[in-house]
């Protein structure tokens, strides 16, 4: 799992840092590659990125093979990312994009600030339910006992419309796709960066 975020509390003028690391079965988080740009416009991620990938094959002098990728829902981030992996990588080995279930809860937080809170209740525990499914037949069921649930009341049903194009059919939060034996919950590269906040 290739493992990429950015941080501004690194330093003291607030420049970004990207930090790439790799995580493995036992949920290891590996540094490989810490960037300081200036902002995080796509010039700059194109470069870092293409930089590190360039690096990459410099060093072990074989092609790079990428399967997962996770980061945040920031779309330049991975519109950038996509778009020099179709460059650098074989057609066949583009990777799968994920993101932690950390933001997806926080992005779902702020969207149900209207629900009352038994309704958020229900709302979060058929998410729960579906990110702790243990393969993709039982996410499925969960998914369709929680569309089944949230359509039977009138808000829940905007939610649930919500989050079925937002995070089911999305472009993220495909952590719940996680092979086994991988970090589902959190980004390891965001345990890393709070490291160094401390």
């Not at 990728?69 to 920031?74: H, L, P």
Request: net charge positive.
């Amino acid at each position: 799992m290739t493992d990429l975020d950015a941080t501004f509390k690194l330093n003291t003028r607030g420049f970004p840092v990207i930090a790439v690391g790799v995580s493995n079965l036992w949920r290891q988080f590996h540094l490989v590659c810490i960037l300081l740009v200036s902002d995080l416009k796509q010039t700059q991620w194109e470069h870092a990125i293409r930089s590190m990938l360039d690096m990459y094959v410099t060093v072990t002098d074989e092609q790079v093979h990428i399967s997962y990728v996770m980061m945040d829902a920031d779309t330049a981030q991975r519109s950038d990312f996509e778009s020099i992996t179709v460059q650098c990588l074989d057609v066949e080995s583009q990777p799968k994009y994920m993101m932690c279930f950390f933001h997806v809860m926080k992005n779902v937080k702020k969207r149900i600030t209207y629900l009352s809170e038994s309704k958020k209740r229900i709302g979060f525990r058929h998410i729960y339910r579906i990110h702790y499914a243990r393969d993709g037949v039982e996410k499925k069921q969960c998914t369709k006992e929680a569309i089944a649930d949230w359509n039977k009341d009138c808000d829940l049903k905007e939610f649930g419309s919500y989050f079925l194009e937002q995070w089911l059919t999305g472009r993220f939060w495909q952590r719940v796709e996680t092979p086994m034996g991988m970090a589902k919950t959190n980004s390891p590269v965001e345990n890393f960066n709070g490291q160094f906040k401390q």
